[in-house]
Nanobody
């Protein structure tokens, strides 16, 4: 089992920045591929970014060039640096982790989310 706890959300003006954190426990963090997702009111949850156990990254087109996903294996923590924020980035942001036994992109474990609100 893996427990995930997000933090760092809040209210920010358009053009501003936030850094989200996701602290993991319960399993060897460095072995876990992980991702960030978001869900805006009235919309389906969508992929934001992913980082492999080897630190390879991928991003949704909507955030490419503005958001950066990273990990600190010594601190068991996943990050999402969000710059040049737009009102359409407003959502609850969730971190998720694969269980390596279930294959890639399985996203078996989820945090409870942190709210990000971008004011225009």
């Amino acid at each position: 089992q893996v427990q995930l706890v997000e933090s760092g959300g809040g209210l920010v003006q358009a053009g501003g920045s936030l850094r989200l954190s996701c602290e993991a426990s319960g399993r060897t963090f460095s072995s876990l591929p992980m991702g960030w997702f978001r869900q805006a009111p009235g919309k389906e949850r969508e992929f934001v970014a992913r980082i492999s156990s080897g630190a390879g990254t991928s991003y949704a087109d909507s955030v490419k060039g503005r958001f950066t996903i990273s990990r600190d294996n010594a601190k068991n923590t996943l990050y999402l640096q969000m710059n040049s924020l737009k009102p359409e980035d407003t959502a609850i942001y969730y971190c998720a982790a694969d269980d390596p036994n279930n294959g890639l992109y399985s996203y078996d474990y989820w945090g409870r989310g942190t709210q990000v609100t971008v004011a225009s």
